[in-house]
């Protein structure tokens, strides 16, 4: 179960300004790169889904954090659907993160207070993400938007928190 509440997760994206995002099917390997960014004051770390048996890399990772990173807050990304969600959410995910706006992946993490984090392209999107719940919109893929397209967003609509992510 997720330890941080979605509110406490995007304050912290906020006052760190960055979630790096790492994969890597060597445990051990992954606690190196966890243990070096929480040494250079990151405090989130997106763990993304791709290989096989990845969910027994994040696992043993945020067994890690929790033991050894105190205030580190591991989330997962790429995921694609509600029941990936919410498999990782029983693992301990504190945010989950998707390439795509998927209504259902927001209703999973809704009911049990974790930030979701969509991947949205349009002012559309955006609107429905926010509709949904969602705190911090993942601009994606960012290297397709740019600077203007997140000014564009924020002058009619101040409020959005944008994420820019993908080829930044």
Known sequence: MARYSRIEVARKMEETGMVPLF?????ELGKQVLKACYDGGARLMEFTARGDFAHEVFTELNKYALQELPGMIMGVGSITDAAAASFYMQ????FIVTPSL?????????????MY???????????????????????????????????AIKGPQPWTSIMPTGGV
Do not use: M, Q
Request: charged share 25%; hydrophobic share 35%.
């Open 23 to 27: 994969y890597h099917p060597d445990v």
């Open 91 to 94: 693992l301990g995910a504190n």
């Open 102 to 114: 998927r209504e259902d992946i927001a209703v999973a993490c809704n009911r049990r207070k974790v």
């Open 117 to 151: 984090s969509p991947g949205c392209g349009s002012l559309t999107e955006i609107d429905r993400a926010e509709e949904l719940g969602v705190e911090v919109i993942k601009l994606f893929p960012g290297s397709t938007y740019g600077p203007g397209f997140v000014k």
